[in-house]
């Protein structure tokens, strides 16, 4: 079993900050890439931002500059830095792992339940 839990959202004004953090649990045998995404009402699933074990990074256009993506290997941790916040960022956000268990060894996606960022004035 292997879970995933996000932390850290909430309701922020424009030009805030927030940091979500997420941990991945379980009989984990390695993790390849980890990864946020965001879904707003009505709209698609996109992707936010990923990093991977070899230490690649991509973000969105939309958050360039705005937000960072760490990830803490040991503790099979990624966090989501999110600094001069839109109210158009408003969303769930969702962490993903891209892992092998200790069982299975084939890469398979795992995702957290997500986090609701608000942003309102």
């Known amino acids: 079993q292997v879970q995933l839990v996000e932390s850290g959202g909430g309701l922020v004004q424009p030009g805030g900050s927030l940091t979500l953090s997420c941990a991945a649990s379980?009989?984990?045998?390695?993790?390849?890439?980890m990864a946020w995404y965001r879904q707003a009402p009505g709209k698609q699933r996109e992707l936010v931002a990923t990093?991977?074990?070899?230490?690649?990074?991509t973000y969105a256009d939309s958050v360039k500059g705005r937000f960072t993506i760490s990830r803490d290997n040991p503790k099979n941790t990624v966090h989501l830095q999110m600094n001069s916040l839109k109210p158009e960022d408003t969303a769930v956000y969702y962490c993903?792992?891209?892992?092998?268990?200790?069982?299975?060894?084939?890469?398979?996606?795992?995702w957290g339940q997500g986090t609701q960022v608000t942003v309102s004035s």
């Open positions: 990093t991977t074990d070899e230490g690649r990074i």
């Open positions: 379980g009989s984990i045998r390695s993790i390849s890439a």
């Open positions: 993903k792992a891209d892992l092998r268990t200790l069982t299975i060894g084939v890469l398979r996606n795992y």
